[in-house]
């Protein structure tokens, strides 16, 4: 037991610019296969703690290990509350909504509306379709203006 406590300490112990450097690249690596920007914070204070090593070789092990460790927590709350919210947001891409990328689409009314209710072509698929005024006949071109379900809100469309 005792031996694998000084194991440990003689590594600390020789902890060197270039080998903060390294763990700081090493983590870096791992922040990009992982992505989740946690690991990025330790990366940043491994490295900066490894430059300051190298222009102030002084510093104790225990100096720069308690400075690691400082500069990790302070990094982690800082990017966790400021930096990450910035970094997902953005317009949401309808990519991988397809309700979201059918508003606005011209579509055509494969039935005639009946009380506001018919069936559109999108595509190669029908949908249940709703308008608020009139009943469009079979052929008349409708623009879709939101997705309900499984339900198309449309209106008549109105080229410009």
Known sequence: ??????????????????????????????????????????????????????????????????????????????????????MKGGEPSDLNDRARSMIGMRVRAVTDFELGAGRVQVGDTQWRAQIDDGNPKAGAELRVLSVKGTTLNVENYIEL
Request: charged letters at 10%.
């Open 1 to 86: 037991m005792n031996s694998d406590g000084n194991l440990l300490i003689s590594l600390l112990e020789t902890m060197n610019g270039t080998k903060w450097v390294i763990l700081g690249v090493l983590l870096l690596i791992l922040e990009v296969v992982t992505g989740t920007t946690y690991i990025l914070w330790p990366a940043i204070a491994a490295l900066f703690v490894g430059i300051l090593a190298f222009v102030l070789p002084f510093f104790s092990w225990e100096m720069q290990f308690v400075l690691f460790f400082v500069i990790s927590s302070v990094l982690l709350v800082v990017g966790h509350k400021f930096v990450r919210p910035k």
